[in-house]
Nanobody, 132 residues
Framework: QLQLVESGGGLVQPGGSLRLSCAASGFTLDYYAIGWFRQAPGKEREGVSCISSSGGSTNYADSVKGRFTISRDNAKNTVYLQMNSLKPEDTAVYYC?????????????????????????WGRGTQVTVSS
């Protein structure tokens, strides 16, 4: 069974850091493009960052650029989202998603965050709360 499991969320003060992990089971992430999304209460799910299957292309939402870093460790079958300088507006449930059609995933286009429908597999999310 193909599964993505997010972890690493929690409560952090403004200015703090968290590292989210997205671990795959039942398949290897090597040939999948991966996206991170978030959804705050009452808001639509939005793209935060993406990474191509090779790791050669990464893109970020303007709201997190310079603060978040996406990376992947295919040996560990895991993708990470390092979040620094967190702000209260970063509070949301964070989801990772995988697209097996890595050749067409638009993350390879500079500055592009693929829409939700480009991803086939989703995790259940991890809560991130930024509050003093």
């Amino acid at each position: 069974q193909l599964q993505l499991v997010e972890s690493g969320g929690g409560l952090v003060q403004p200015g703090g850091s968290l590292r989210l992990s997205c671990a795959a089971s039942g398949f290897t992430l090597d040939y999948y493009a991966i996206g991170w999304f978030r959804q705050a209460p009452g808001k639509e799910r939005e793209g935060v960052s993406c990474i191509s299957s090779s790791g050669g292309s990464t893109n970020y939402a303007d709201s997190v650029k310079g603060r978040f870093t996406i990376s992947r460790d295919n040996a560990k079958n895991t993708v990470y989202l390092q979040m620094n300088s967190l702000k209260p507006e970063d509070t949301a449930v964070y989801y990772c998603a995988a697209d097996p059609d890595y050749s067409s995933n638009s993350c390879v286009v500079a500055g592009t965050l693929p829409p939700l429908y480009e991803y086939d597999y989703w995790g259940r999310g991890t809560q991130v709360t930024v509050s003093s």
